[in-house]
């Protein structure tokens, strides 16, 4: 879970894609990024659909990832590059979770994910 202080947000990692990236590669570089964690995609879940603050039209994808590595594992944090963007990083239960996450829509995310692994 990461916490976006110029939203005051939970939510799950995720941006926007680069000139000449694809989504996969845009979710692993976000992940990274945002938590200091190399994942490895393995299971797209639904994508997400809503307008933001600004009115702008937004579609956001999602993956189930494995954690492969990266800087501290155990305690994850931002990478310079988010600083300012995400001010905390916590690996939490799935409950947590349901109670953290600000947007319901993510919520669903997590429901789906839940129900399609049978992860509890």
Known sequence: MIHRPSY???????????PGETEPECAIREVIEE???????QVE???VHYIDRGGKDKTVRYWKMVET??????????????YGE???????????????????RDKIVLKDFVETFDFI
């Open 8 to 18: 005051l947000d939970w939510s799950f990692p995720k941006g926007k894609v680069d």
């Open 35 to 41: 938590t200091g964690l190399v994942c490895e995609l």
């Open 86 to 104: 995400v001010d905390i990083v916590r690996w939490v239960s799935v409950e947590e979770a349901f109670d953290l996450l600000t947007y319901e």
């Open 69 to 82: 590595g990266g800087k501290n594992t155990e305690s994850p944090k931002p990478s310079p590059v988010a």
């Open 45 to 47: 879940l639904p994508s």
